[in-house]
């Protein structure tokens, strides 16, 4: 598995274009990266850009891109609403697959001494990268920003982490860490007075504010969301104000746990907030818990597509108001998405069946197998949806819910299965077609054809297993569902059969070519026996459904 780390660079430029360009053309020159997204701000006169790669790869490009920012920006004439202290004013490292943060810090670290000693540039480290306590604080390290910096680094205790301790005029310093997967969210507020946008921003970061104590000190008191940093700021493109909230930890404050707290804070202070806004990118899943959470509210069945979570999402969280929210653009998975990666299920269904018509041998019955099985775990959710919303029975909306919510992550899979039965055939066929001149190339060859045949046979005994929960859902639906949709589960239970039926036959045929005979011997006993039961559980639906049908 490759190891991936996600890079997320602040350049304190955000209105010349060119000079923005200049920096990520620099980024992507590197082999091994993806630039997933750039977001320039006039008001804050900064743009984040967020890439993804391997560790070398990313420590290369955050290299470049901070040595073309140094050149370009000149951080005398800098102004912007965001605290700053550089023209890369920060640039985290993300551990995002396959990679521990301890990994992640010596990456860090390597960055951090080239950028000191090639560049010249004071380097500061943070969060994790930074083993002193007094100062592993983004927002402790930038205090008194670029201006106040020249006194700053001068101090025994703020002596830079690499790099000369003297302040760069022009480039300034910058910092270099790595943090947990941050997401930047600004919610906006109907005022235009930046005081009353502090005043919640310090009600609801953890930080909270400095109170009297009425004994002649101050005390602090905390505020309500734990893992958030806040503060408050007026926009002028946007002519209002905003609470800007870096969500430092998401499974501790969701961004949806915190756009209700702003709402809360802001009408007991006499304003309403009126929207919000994404700043670079957010995870798959903080979209889809956003729009269950706001299904719930409404009473209504979580078991939807995932389009429609996202769209819920979207509109409940106001993410609209300022621009146009492409989910495409903004989703860190949507972004990473290869466009391979799923050409069968993106087509229509008349273009699939055309090239399933067409003299090519994949897509075939495999893939084929896979959608009957994607199709039957969507009508099981139809049936949960329909007897979610249906009148009388509120009180099991959860139960459908879930029954829904299966249903979808079913569908899902399933649907992947489509793409991944044709991709695995057409290994079968790469390896067939690697060179064999030499008896190094007969082995090489013929080992890739024993993995790319295993593989041909692992992704429709994946289809059986998925099909048959399918199977039981559609079995779930017929005995509890709405009556009036018995017919939709007995067909669900049909198209699982077909599904378990058809995968089964991909298992066998490709079973002959597999020389490790004991494994082969394991993965057709289990096939037999998901197929058994497949049918077994075909009967009692069709027999329940008749039963409904005729009773009504």
């Given at each position: 598995?490759?190891?991936?780390?996600?890079?997320?660079?602040?350049?304190?430029?955000?209105?010349?274009?060119?000079?923005?360009?200049?920096?990520?053309?620099?980024?992507?020159?590197?082999?091994?990266?993806?630039?997933?997204?750039?977001?320039?701000?006039?008001?804050?006169?900064?743009?984040?850009?967020?890439?993804?790669?391997?560790?070398?790869?990313?420590?290369?490009?955050?290299?470049?891109?901070?040595?073309?920012?140094?050149?370009?920006?000149?951080?005398?004439?800098?102004?912007?609403?965001?605290?700053?202290?550089?023209?890369?004013?920060?640039?985290?490292?993300?551990?995002?697959?396959?990679?521990?943060?301890?990994?992640?810090?010596?990456?860090?670290?390597?960055?951090?001494?080239?950028?000191?000693?090639?560049?010249?540039?004071?380097?500061?480290?943070?969060?994790?990268?930074?083993p002193d306590a007094r100062r592993n604080n983004l927002s402790v390290i930038r205090e008194g920003e670029y201006?106040?910096?020249?006194?700053?680094?001068?101090?025994?205790?703020?002596?830079?982490?690499?790099?000369?301790?003297?302040?760069?005029?022009?480039?300034?310093?910058?910092?270099?860490?790595?943090?947990?997967?941050?997401?930047?969210?600004?919610?906006?507020?109907?005022?235009?007075?930046?005081?009353?946008?502090?005043?919640?921003?310090?009600?609801?970061?953890?930080?909270?504010?400095?109170?009297?104590?009425?004994?002649?000190?101050?005390?602090?008191?905390?505020?309500?969301?734990?893992?958030?940093?806040?503060?408050?700021?007026?926009?002028?493109?946007?002519?209002?104000?905003?609470?800007?909230?870096?969500l430092t930890n998401i499974s501790v404050t969701p961004v949806?746990?915190?756009?209700?707290?702003?709402?809360?804070?802001?009408?007991?202070?006499?304003?309403?907030?009126?929207?919000?806004?994404?700043?670079?990118?957010?995870?798959?899943?903080?979209?889809?818990?956003?729009?269950?959470?706001?299904?719930?509210?409404?009473?209504?069945?979580?078991?939807?597509?995932?389009?429609?979570?996202?769209?819920?999402?979207?509109?409940?969280?106001?993410?609209?108001?300022?621009?146009?929210?492409?989910?495409?653009?903004?989703?860190?998975?949507?972004?990473?998405?290869?466009?391979?990666?799923?050409?069968?299920?993106?087509?229509?269904?008349?273009?699939?069946?055309?090239?399933?018509?067409?003299?090519?041998?994949?897509?075939?019955?495999?893939?084929?197998?896979?959608?009957?099985?994607?199709?039957?775990?969507?009508?099981?959710?139809?049936?949960?949806?329909?007897?979610?919303?249906?009148?009388?029975?509120?009180?099991?909306?959860?139960?459908?819910?879930?029954?829904?919510?299966?249903?979808?992550?079913?569908?899902?899979?399933?649907?992947?299965?489509?793409?991944?039965?044709?991709?695995?055939?057409?290994?079968?066929?790469?390896?067939?077609?690697?060179?064999?001149?030499?008896?190094?190339?007969?082995?090489?060859?013929?080992?890739?054809?024993?993995?790319?045949?295993?593989?041909?046979?692992?992704?429709?005994?994946?289809?059986?297993?998925?099909?048959?929960?399918?199977?039981?859902?559609?079995?779930?639906?017929?005995?509890?569902?709405?009556?009036?949709?018995?017919?939709?589960?007995?067909?669900?239970?049909?198209?699982?059969?077909?599904?378990?039926?058809?995968?089964?036959?991909?298992?066998?045929?490709?079973?002959?070519?597999?020389?490790?005979?004991?494994?082969?011997?394991?993965?057709?006993?289990?096939?037999?026996?998901?197929?058994?039961?497949?049918?077994?559980?075909?009967?009692?639906?069709?027999?329940?459904?008749?039963?409904?049908?005729?009773?009504?």
């Amino acid at each position: 598995m490759e190891k991936l780390i996600e890079c997320v660079p602040n350049f304190s430029e955000g209105v010349d274009l060119s000079i923005i360009k200049q920096i990520t053309d620099q980024i992507e020159s590197v082999h091994g990266i993806s630039l997933l997204d750039v977001d320039p701000g006039k008001a804050t006169n900064r743009t984040v850009v967020t890439f993804v790669g391997n560790p070398q790869a990313v420590v290369e490009a955050a290299f470049l891109g901070i040595k073309k920012a140094a050149e370009l920006i000149d951080m005398s004439k800098h102004k912007g609403e965001h605290p700053r202290m550089g023209a890369t004013d920060v640039c985290p490292l993300i551990p995002l697959a396959n990679i521990s943060v301890e990994e992640t810090v010596k990456y860090a670290n390597q960055l951090a001494a080239r950028v000191g000693k090639e560049l010249n540039i004071p380097v500061y480290l943070y969060e994790y990268a930074q083993p002193d306590a007094r100062r592993n604080n983004l927002s402790v390290i930038r205090e008194g920003e670029y201006e106040g910096f020249f006194k700053k680094i001068k101090k025994a205790e703020w002596k830079p982490d690499f790099g000369p301790a003297e302040f760069s005029v022009r480039s300034g310093g910058t910092v270099i860490g790595v943090r947990d997967f941050l997401v930047a969210y600004n919610v906006n507020l109907n005022t235009t007075s930046v005081r009353r946008a502090n005043a919640v921003a310090f009600d609801v970061r953890e930080r909270g504010r400095e109170v009297e104590d009425g004994k002649g000190g101050k005390k602090v008191v905390p505020g309500t969301l734990k893992s958030v940093k806040a503060m408050g700021w007026f926009i002028e493109e946007y002519g209002q104000a905003q609470i800007s909230m870096n969500l430092t930890n998401i499974s501790v404050t969701p961004v949806h746990v915190a756009f209700e707290e702003c709402c809360k804070k802001a009408i007991e202070r006499g304003m309403r907030v009126t929207g919000s806004e994404l700043v670079g990118l957010i995870p798959l899943n903080s979209m889809l818990e956003a729009g269950k959470h706001f299904l719930q509210k409404q009473k209504r069945s979580i078991g939807v597509s995932e389009a429609e979570l996202i769209h819920i999402a979207i509109k409940s969280l106001g993410l609209d108001e300022l621009g146009k929210f492409d989910p495409a653009k903004k989703i860190i998975e949507y972004r990473m998405r290869k466009a391979s990666d799923s050409v069968l299920q993106n087509m229509t269904i008349a273009a699939f069946a055309d090239m399933t018509a067409s003299e090519s041998p994949a897509p075939g019955g495999g893939s084929i197998s896979a959608y009957l099985g994607a199709l039957s775990a969507a009508l099981g959710a139809m049936v949960a949806n329909l007897s979610a919303g249906k009148k009388g029975w509120e009180e099991r909306l959860d139960e459908f819910s879930a029954f829904a919510e299966k249903g979808q992550e079913l569908k899902q899979r399933l649907l992947k299965l489509v793409d991944e039965d044709t991709d695995a055939f057409n290994r079968i066929m790469a390896a067939f077609g690697l060179p064999k001149a030499t008896e190094t190339e007969k082995n090489a060859r013929k080992e890739a054809i024993q993995k790319a045949t295993k593989g041909a046979i692992e992704v429709p005994l994946t289809v059986m297993k998925k099909s048959l929960e399918a199977m039981h859902l559609a079995k779930a639906m017929a005995e509890k569902g709405n009556p009036n949709s018995v017919s939709d589960a007995g067909v669900g239970a049909l198209c699982a059969r077909s599904a378990i039926m058809g995968a089964h036959l991909n298992v066998k045929i490709n079973a002959g070519g597999v020389e490790d005979k004991k494994w082969m011997e394991t993965i057709l006993a289990e096939a037999d026996k998901i197929e058994k039961e497949a049918l077994r559980l075909e009967k009692e639906v069709l027999a329940q459904a008749d039963k409904v049908i005729t009773k009504g």
